[in-house]
């Protein structure tokens, strides 16, 4: 059976394997510092949250989102649902669904109007389940890096 939750401080070590493998995916690399401050924001819980997915009591998933202002949606904030990753072994059996109903339900009662991700156009697995849990509008994202 597959539940979700908040992150519970016991969590923390297999959290950063499953978001060190999210961001492997992307074939990117961040500093250690990155992992600590992300984890403390988890924790707070005020401007950006995270849920897990247990699978029979095991941490197989996470996602993290955060709701922001939108000019489109004047009266109400949107969520944007900004990492989602299951642990490869428990692919196709649910997890990733249940997070995003997760995070869908709980912008729902904070009185968002929408829930919105990005993904690479690559990620041919993830976008199986999108097209059937969300509609595509069909933007492409750019990026500036700026430097600190």
Known sequence: MISIGKLMPSDRD???SLFRAYI???QRVEPDEMYARAWQE????TRLHAFGARLDGRLVGITHFLVHASTSAPDADVCYL???FTAPD???KGVGRKLIEAVADWARDGGCSRVYW?????NSTARRLYDKVAENRGFIRYQIELSR
Do not use: C, I, K, P
């Open 14 to 16: 297999v959290w950063e």
């Open 90 to 92: 428990v692919r196709g």
């Open 118 to 122: 990005n993904t690479h156009e690559s």
């Open 42 to 45: 988890f924790q707070a819980d």
């Open 82 to 84: 900004q990492d989602l």
């Open 24 to 26: 492997d995916f992307y």
